[in-house]
């Protein structure tokens, strides 16, 4: 096996998905072929601005594309991709992070390695981008963000050390990075409301629900996210509000959710907020799966929360 850097672009006319499906020609079917059942990291080429290394993922396998002589499919392990909390710049202090993009007095090579769309990655140079875009103390960092500064006299805590991939598999690890990450992208809005609150100690209310669940082969990319109240979000994950094919329209199980919530909760324009970043937005797939798989379901026996609005 080997690890792998893929290119990817926002743009790209090919049929990539990051956290389901990556497309790409015969060229590099051998190193994809290596790479099954290994980690490989995403990068995308900015102009504007250094997008760089931003997620990771395993290659589950690899298959011809349908209907497209010559191309093929790597195919996301499900459960696997998390975008980074920072992404990465290919370059650090001057000097590509990769070596093979590295002439040999350090400076940055022009052309062909640099417009390779698949490079094999060797695992320091793998643990050194992820350290970088998924720091070892994010959960730390998470759970402090919105504490009071101290006096300064407490000493700096501890951070165990863990090793990567061990950190990539942990649940509680990509928990916090995709809370983070979604509620980033919605600016701790909640997408059905539209309401900013944050307690007392100014941390936001608003959470990260995922629209197809991972225990359903749900991703962790923030275009399987939504920002939502407490409320909202226990609404949408028991099937009595959900979105409409045209990503846009709040649909409402009208029969077990009363009128009055409904003028409570949910956007007087009755549309989805959407993320700033088009990159961001909820992928139609997910939102199918979520109204075909969980809205009008029936939650026998658990209590409603309308008595607390």
């Known amino acids: 096996m080997v690890k792998l850097v893929l290119l990817h672009k926002a743009d790209s006319i090919y049929e990539d998905e990051p956290d389901v499906v990556y497309d790409f020609p015969r060229t590099y079917l051998r190193a994809m072929q290596e790479a099954v059942g290994d980690w490989i990291v995403y990068y995308e080429p900015v102009k504007a601005g250094p997008r760089g290394y931003f997620a990771v993922a395993k290659i589950d396998s690899v298959i011809p594309k349908p209907g497209a002589e010559g191309r093929f499919l790597a195919l996301i392990t499900p459960g696997t991709y998390l975008p980074f909390d920072s992404d990465v710049p290919r370059m650090r202090g001057g000097r590509p992070l990769e070596r093979a993009l590295c002439e040999s007095d350090g400076s940055a090579k022009r052309g062909g390695a640099v417009q390779l769309a698949v490079r ?72 059905i409301s539209g309401l900013r609150l944050r307690n007392g100690g100014g941390r936001p209310e608003v959470q990260a629900a995922h629209i197809r669940p991972v225990d359903q082969k749900g991703s962790d990319s923030v275009r399987n996210g939504l920002a939502l109240s407490g409320t909202l979000h226990w609404m949408f994950d028991r099937g009595l509000i959900s979105i409409a094919e045209d990503c846009e329209t709040i649909l409402v199980s009208r029969n077990k959710v009363p009128a009055d919530v409904v003028d409570r909760l949910i956007r007087p324009d009755g549309k989805l907020l959407h993320p700033t970043d088009p990159r961001n937005r909820p992928h139609p797939e997910n939102l199918r799966w979520h109204r075909e798989n969980r809205f009008g379901q029936v939650m026998e026996g658990e209590p409603t929360l309308w008595d607390r609005l």
């Open 120 to 191: 094999r990655l060797p695992e320091d140079e793998f643990a050194r981008i992820v350290d970088l875009g998924l720091p070892q103390d994010l959960e730390r960092l998470e759970a402090m963000r919105y504490e009071a500064e101290n006096s300064g006299l407490a000493e700096e805590p501890m951070t165990f050390e863990r090793p990567v991939l061990e950190r990539l598999t942990r649940r509680p690890y990509r928990d916090v990075a995709f809370r983070r990450k979604v509620r980033e992208a919605y600016d701790y809005r909640c997408a």
